[in-house]
């Protein structure tokens, strides 16, 4: 089991950066697969950026190049340094953690980017 609670999430201007974390309760973090999801109002959840257990990132088309995930398994937190944010970042960020079919969801941390 994991429960994952996000933070960092807040009010930027365009051009701006925030770092975003999520920290997981729990011993399986690290065996986790962690990504960070965005939904935007009236927009269907989208997959941002993912890291393996073992350090492997992906990113979504929007984030590459200004998106960093990274992942400190010492302190079960994932983080999403986020640089240049534009307007169109404004949504709602969550985390997830995936493992052999099971998937945990944390609650969600606002990301508004005024222009």
């Known amino acids: 089991q994991a429960q994952l609670v996000e933070s960092g999430g807040g009010l930027v201007q365009a051009g701006g950066s925030l770092r975003l974390s999520c920290a997981a309760s729990g011993n399986i973090f690290r065996i986790l697969t962690m990504g960070w999801y965005r939904q935007a109002p009236g927009k269907q959840r989208e997959l941002v950026a993912v890291?393996?257990?073992?350090?492997?990132?992906n990113y979504a088309d929007s984030g590459k190049g200004r998106f960093t995930i990274s992942r400190d398994n010492a302190k079960n937190t994932v983080y999403l340094q986020m640089n240049s944010l534009k307007p169109e970042d404004t949504a709602v960020y969550y985390c997830?953690?995936?493992?052999?079919?099971?998937?945990?969801w944390g609650q969600g941390t606002q990301v508004t980017v005024s222009s």
């Open positions: 890291i393996t257990s073992g350090g492997s990132t």
């Open positions: 997830n953690g995936k493992l052999a079919g099971m998937e945990y």
